[in-house]
């Protein structure tokens, strides 16, 4: 732990260092977030496409999602990742029915990256496949409904496109089925408010090189969920789509307890109840024990689009390295100062600039933000911009 401790500490300064010198070199980049102030309104909640990869984590931000009265879940897509889509497919529905969730479509991605065969290490997979039990009880559970028949793209596609309200996205695997969609029709970007991926690593090391995978181990820079399909995410990049990303420089020091585990459980709801089944695995396999806290990214993720206070964003020029070998440097979020800033980028969350905190996200009913109750600011929606009314915070 002493050396995590120090690894983390080295990466804060990094962060900082970095983070200065840009916005010393171009006052630009500072620029504050417009798209991530959504019209919360809880008689109207924002339409939200849940994007995943089947990770513990997206479950748990799948999870607090289902429980937030700002947003309205109008379809779920399964990405290849950490899970194989249609088996996760399958069990997510049986997961639903356990939840007494109904009238959601699941759609299945595919199961290759647009490109390459960049991939998750079959050992990943296994705890996916399972459904993370026995910490998850075994899904015995018939399901009420079955996948949708069109898979994760077109279900993108048909639910922006029929929506009569700006669509939210969040992205918390890879963003293949994103770029699909994309790929079939461009003109959906009219009509998205924002898209949150947890995915990169901007100015802080990457994920891969932790693993003993010959290739991933090489890899010093790149975050899993960008590497395993970088011309998706850089297409996403550069789609014109409101991105705003939540990388490892915000999740690594945004660390969650034994505690705020409890409380989950304690709120006593289906989805805190699977919350906190999802920390239990967390705590046996990625931290090391309940003693430690750990990270949960993907509902870092999902906070941030739900309240734009709880971090501070930084507009960046941003590609993503599509050339170099998945070995040295593929999937690198780069900042490319000749490119037009074109993501949004979190850093260093905190539960301080909330009224709530990490143990009462699944408790909470009604948390006043620390602004007046009803506040204007601008989205842009194809070109023009529309007003909108931010009501108090709801979780």
Known sequence: MRFLTMRNLLSQIATAVALSVAIFLDVSYSKPALGANLAFDTERPVPLILDDDGSQDGLIALAYMLQNPKFDVKAITISQGIARPQLFSDNLMRSLTRLGVTGIPVGVGSEDP?????????????????????????????????????????????????????????????????????????????????????GGAV???????????????????????????????????????????????????????????????NAGTPESLLAAQLMDYSFAFISGGEQNPTQVWDLVAAINLSEPNFASEVRLPLRVDITSAPSIAQGQTVVDDSLTPNVYVSFSPNFNNLSFKSSEIFSARTVAVPEPSVILSFLAVGGGFAFLKRKPNYV
Do not use: C
Not at 115 to 130: I, K, Q, T, W
Not at 170 to 178: C, D, F, P
Not at 206 to 229: K, M, Y
């Open 114 to 198: 647009l490109a390459g065969d960049n991939r998750y290490p079959e050992l990943f997979r296994v705890d996916s496949d399972a459904f993370y039990s026995p910490f998850v009880p075994p899904l015995t559970e018939t399901a009420q409904e079955t996948v949708d028949q069109r898979d994760a793209a077109q279900l993108i596609i048909d639910t922006i496109k029929q929506s009569p309200d700006p669509v939210a996205i969040l992205a918390t695997g890879s963003l293949t089925n994103i770029a699909e969609a994309l790929r079939r029709d461009p003109s959906i970007v009219k009509n998205v408010a924002a898209i949150e991926v947890m």
């Open 203 to 265: 100015f802080t090391e990457g994920n891969l090189s932790f693993h003993t995978d010959p290739i991933l181990a090489q890899n010093a820079v790149s975050e899993f969920n960008i590497w395993v399909d970088p011309v998706a995410a850089q297409e996403v990049f550069s789609s014109g789509l409101p991105v705003f990303l939540t990388p490892l420089d915000a999740t690594n020091n945004t660390l969650f307890t034994a505690a705020d585990r409890d409380a989950w459980r």
